[in-house]
């Protein structure tokens, strides 16, 4: 077993793993942040995404005891204690989700995204979004979405 | 699924990383970011006895300006190197290949390092090191050698590394001058494999290429250099005619595979067809 511990969501937490424990079944079963899902198995789907040192991550695609002494946000993370965030809130008001099983990751993945371009255009997107995954085929409000989210970001600024 | 049991040593240094790996024999494998090692874990395609994680070791996560080249620590992630002024500057075939690998996330915790020792023929990041004539810096228990590209790529998934030894880093050189580039890409779907990629350096000077370097992805085992292609453009002149023909040889003395994405002819033919284009565009025309 290996010592792990990393600030989550604003709360230091730490624990004992098994080297091969992912990083997604740590959060999910160790710390109970169920709003991370596991989606496939390939790290193709994104739905598991979570911000490392505030770079987006595929939590499925690492170990545990590799996010040591790192600073993770999950979805649950994202917006106010109890609360949603910015993104969050546009992804309900654009209707950016069907089922919503990828949303988690696509709200993370875009938080990533305009972390670091905060006016992209359709394409950046698309194109910053497309290793996450929806197949309810919802991209189309998912881009409106983060672009609804982006200038409710620009204008809070 | 949840990859097999096995022990983990996070080395400290390079040092400690070959030390690791001598101890822990042929079952142990080094994890750099892990974009590749860990879906192979955790389908179970491998169950290595020990995981040696390199991805924190200093010495392999900065670039180095060297003068005449740019030398890439193993564990630099491919966000950092499409990021990296240094690289976008003078070795800008490969920032701009970095950008088209998989997806951020992945970017973020792969590296090109990596990429090059996992050598999968589909990978695009060995093919900019084959066609820039890259070297790999490998450290092992007799200490260091420095491998050329050509020399590096073996077979699928087989790197002149040994089961013992650790990729420290890679040298590459910078272009220079007057050099126009492009990567070609032709996937099924967004984040997919490439089913072909042509990376392509071209130089030219009043109308006439004065250098090309060309290298192919998934045309076989390895990394090819499109040689005879480059050998035709050299002293002609950059138009489209001439490109196409010169072209033509592209998939010549290559071994594409065959499988449910592509045949091998329609493979040749998406290489010469890639060639063309991204010697083109490198060209500006």
């Not at chain 1, 077993?1 to 990083?23: F, K």
């Not at chain 2, 090059?116 to 490998?138: K, M, N, R, S």
């Amino acid at each position: 077993m290996m010592h792990i511990s990393a600030t989550v969501n604003g709360t230091h937490r730490m624990g004992e793993v098994e080297p091969r424990l992912l990083l997604v079944h740590w959060l999910r079963e160790n710390l109970g942040l169920v709003g991370t899902p596991i989606g496939c198995d390939t790290s193709n789907c994104g739905a598991c995404t979570v911000l490392l040192d505030g770079q987006s991550v595929k939590s499925c695609n690492m170990l545990a005891v590799q996010a040591d002494g790192s600073n993770i946000t999950t979805i649950q993370g994202l917006g106010p204690e109890g609360e949603m965030g910015t993104i969050q809130k546009a992804f309900k008001e654009c209707h950016g989700l069907q089922c919503g099983y990828c949303t988690p990751g696509m709200v993370t993945a875009a938080a990533d995204l305009l972390a670091e371009n905060p006016d992209p255009t359709e394409e950046e997107i698309r194109e910053g979004l497309h290793g996450n995954l929806c197949r309810c085929t919802g991209y189309h409000n998912i881009v409106k979405s983060v672009q609804l989210a982006a200038a409710e970001m620009r204008g809070a600024k | 699924m949840i990859p097999s049991a096995f022990d983990y040593v996070r080395a400290g240094t390079v040092d400690e990383a070959v030390a690791a790996l001598v101890a822990g024999g042929e079952d142990a494998k080094v994890l750099g970011g892990g974009q590749s090692l860990i879906p192979v874990l955790r389908l179970r395609l491998n169950n290595p006895s020990l995981i040696v994680d390199v991805s924190t070791v200093d010495e392999m996560r900065s670039i180095v300006d060297e003068g005449s080249s740019l030398l890439i620590g193993a564990a630099v992630t491919t966000d950092a190197v499409m990021k990296d002024a240094g690289v976008q500057a003078d070795i800008p075939l490969l920032a701009i290949t970095a950008a088209t690998v998989a997806d951020r996330a992945i970017r973020h915790r792969g590296t090109f390092g990596g990429s090059c020792a996992h050598a999968d023929p589909a990978g695009d990041l060995p093919t900019v090191a084959q066609a820039l004539d890259a070297e790999f810096v490998i450290a092992g228990p007799g200490g260091r050698r420095t491998v050329a590209a050509k020399d590096f790529f073996l077979d699928f998934f087989t790197t002149a590394v040994g089961p013992d030894e650790v990729l420290v880093a890679v040298r590459v050189p910078k272009l220079g001058a007057g050099w126009g580039v492009n990567y070609q890409k032709f996937q099924r779907t967004a984040q997919a494999w490439a089913i072909v990629g042509v990376a392509a350096a071209v130089k030219t000077e009043g109308g006439t290429i004065t250098g090309a370097r060309i290298a192919l992805t998934n045309m076989g085992a390895t990394p090819i250099r499109a040689s005879s292609v480059e050998a035709a453009l050299i002293g002609g002149p950059a138009t489209i005619e001439a490109i196409k023909a010169a072209s033509a040889s592209a998939a010549d003395g290559t071994k594409p595979t065959s499988d449910t994405h592509a045949t091998a002819d329609f493979r040749s033919h998406l290489a010469r067809v890639h060639t063309a284009r991204a010697v083109a565009k490198a060209a500006g025309i």
